[in-house]
């Protein structure tokens, strides 16, 4: 009962369980002629039982010289794929609706050129969206690109890959699958016309929410990652010190604003989750301090990139179960 799964697996590649880098080796390839290479054999055929029937020799020489370019093309498709080497795959994350780019580097381990190198998601059509071609130079490493449209928020899984080739006269077709476990993180599309961001009194009563202080500078500390940007003391690291942070008085602090899901005031939780999303970059916009709070997570209000995608993050896979 345990032989087929397997057997399955090592044919198709069903589930994502190849690691990373992955060289694609003899046992991994299939080949098989191409359309091209099944009508160039009806054309040897004919032309042998023609050679037949006519007792011409030069036809036997032409047709027996065709039939070793024939077989010469088998080895060369197959010699252009074997020792291809998958290094990595990467995602970049981006909104519902957009384009989603998986970045793809590959090399090879036999000091050799391959060309023609296809890449392509299974079980989608081929197109600018799902495939892309790419030349492997035996020196160095090289990079593509595979762009998948997002259509809902969360994780969006690559899935298996098809790795073909049907170098140098496209007569044989030969292919590999790859199916590596990577996925995409999609964020709530934001709100197109969402109110102002939502902002709590200020400890000194101006209700201003902008990170830039107009109170005293009551010291600094060692800049840490996800600091925003305008509390870098720039004059210090300007006479060439180390990144500081500029700390001001408690009687100075900025308001902070409290974004969760009861504050958007909605009913579906796609839209309120799309106005965190735009209240998210709202902030970020204007330089002001904010932290959200689910149900199941409460982030901080460091601001800067970093706070922006981990809020991101919580957005896009929250109420969603892991894959």
């Given at each position: 009962?345990?032989?087929?799964?397997?057997?399955?697996?090592?044919?198709?590649?069903?589930?994502?369980?190849?690691?990373?880098?992955?060289?694609?080796?003899?046992?991994?390839?299939?080949?098989?002629?191409?359309?091209?290479?099944c009508?160039?054999?009806?054309?040897?055929?004919?032309?042998?039982?023609?050679?037949v029937?006519?007792?011409?020799?030069?036809?036997y020489?032409?047709?027996?010289l065709?039939t070793?370019?024939?077989?010469?093309?088998?080895?060369?498709t197959?010699?252009?794929?074997?020792?291809?080497?998958?290094?990595s795959?990467n995602?970049?994350?981006?909104?519902?609706?957009?384009?989603?780019?998986?970045?793809?580097?590959?090399?090879?381990?036999r000091?050799?050129?391959?060309?023609?190198?296809?890449?392509?998601?299974?079980?989608?059509?081929?197109?600018?969206?799902?495939?892309?071609?790419?030349?492997?130079?035996?020196?160095?490493?090289?990079?593509?690109?595979?762009?998948?449209?997002?259509?809902?928020?969360?994780?969006?899984?690559?899935?298996?890959?098809?790795?073909?080739?049907?170098?140098?006269?496209g007569?044989?077709?030969?292919?590999?699958?790859?199916?590596?476990?990577?996925?995409?993180?999609?964020?709530?599309?934001?709100?197109?016309?969402?109110?102002?961001l939502?902002t709590?009194?200020?400890?000194?009563?101006t209700?201003?929410?902008?990170r830039?202080?107009e109170?005293?500078?009551?010291?600094?500390?060692?800049w840490?990652?996800g600091?925003?940007?305008?509390?870098?003391?720039?004059?210090?690291?300007?006479?060439?010190?180390?990144?500081?942070?500029?700390?001001?008085?408690?009687?100075?602090?900025?308001?902070?604003?409290?974004?969760?899901?009861?504050?958007?005031?909605?009913?579906?939780?796609?839209?309120?989750?799309?106005?965190?999303?735009?209240?998210?970059?709202q902030?970020?916009?204007?330089?002001?301090?904010?932290?959200?709070?689910?149900?199941?997570?409460?982030?901080?209000?460091?601001?800067?990139?970093?706070?922006?995608?981990?809020?991101?993050?919580?957005l896009?896979?929250?109420?969603?179960?892991?894959?």
């Amino acid at each position: 009962m345990l032989i087929a799964p397997k057997l399955h697996q090592r044919l198709f590649r069903s589930r994502p369980d190849d690691p990373l880098p992955l060289t694609i080796e003899h046992q991994r390839i299939y080949i098989l002629p191409t359309a091209r290479g099944c009508a160039f054999l009806g054309a040897l055929l004919l032309m042998l039982v023609a050679s037949v029937n006519y007792a011409l020799s030069l036809g036997y020489a032409l047709c027996f010289l065709l039939t070793g370019l024939f077989a010469a093309c088998l080895l060369h498709t197959y010699r252009n794929m074997a020792g291809v080497r998958v290094v990595s795959i990467n995602a970049k994350p981006n909104f519902v609706g957009s384009d989603v780019v998986f970045d793809i580097t590959l090399d090879e381990s036999r000091g050799s050129d391959r060309h023609a190198i296809n890449i392509q998601r299974s079980g989608v059509t081929q197109d600018k969206a799902s495939s892309t071609v790419i030349k492997i130079n035996g020196d160095t490493a090289s990079s593509t690109s595979l762009v998948v449209t997002s259509k809902e928020r969360g994780k969006l899984p690559l899935g298996r890959l098809t790795v073909a080739s049907c170098w140098p006269l496209g007569l044989w077709r030969s292919w590999s699958y790859l199916h590596h476990r990577v996925s995409a993180i999609v964020w709530p599309e934001p709100e197109a016309d969402a109110p102002p961001l939502p902002t709590a009194p200020s400890s000194s009563g101006t209700g201003s929410q902008q990170r830039n202080h107009e109170g005293d500078v009551a010291g600094v500390r060692e800049w840490q990652a996800g600091d925003a940007p305008s509390r870098i003391a720039w004059k210090r690291a300007a006479r060439g010190g180390e990144l500081q942070v500029l700390l001001v008085e408690a009687a100075t602090q900025p308001a902070i604003a409290t974004l969760d899901l009861t504050q958007t005031r909605l009913g579906s939780l796609e839209a309120q989750l799309s106005r965190l999303t735009a209240w998210v970059l709202q902030a970020e916009h204007q330089n002001a301090n904010y932290h959200l709070h689910l149900p199941d997570t409460t982030l901080g209000d460091n601001g800067g990139p970093a706070q922006r995608q981990r809020c991101l993050d919580a957005l896009a896979l929250h109420g969603l179960s892991p894959l």
